[in-house]
């Protein structure tokens, strides 16, 4: 069964990255008015506004992902009732 797990979750990974990307753009809209965050490079952003970019894009990112990796390890042990970490 584990072995089902790993494309399983490759699947849903690449749709939490897809949800995470709407998310920011949501969010950095509203926080900024634009529609696209600042690329790091740009001579058209200031710094503070480049690294608040990145800051709010990790921060979803990573809430995105853990709250995915999350889900499908309950749901993984809900479907088969093995746990992730047995060997």
């Given at each position: 069964?584990?072995?089902?797990?790993?494309?399983?979750?490759?699947?849903?990974s690449?749709?939490?990255?897809?949800?995470?990307?709407?998310?920011?753009?949501?969010?950095?809209?509203?926080?900024?008015?634009?529609?696209?965050?600042?690329?790091?490079?740009?001579?058209?952003h200031?710094?503070?506004?480049?690294?608040?970019?990145?800051?709010?894009?990790?921060?979803?990112?990573g809430?995105?992902?853990?709250?995915?990796?999350?889900?499908?390890?309950?749901?993984?042990?809900?479907?088969?009732?093995?746990?992730?970490?047995?060997?």
């Amino acid at each position: 069964m584990r072995l089902l797990y790993r494309p399983l979750s490759l699947l849903v990974s690449v749709l939490g990255g897809l949800l995470a990307t709407a998310l920011f753009k949501r969010v950095w809209s509203g926080v900024s008015g634009d529609e696209e965050a600042p690329e790091a490079t740009s001579p058209d952003h200031s710094t503070r506004e480049v690294l608040l970019a990145a800051l709010l894009q990790g921060a979803i990112f990573g809430v995105v992902k853990a709250g995915v990796d999350r889900a499908g390890a309950k749901g993984f042990r809900k479907l088969t009732g093995e746990h992730l970490d047995d060997k």
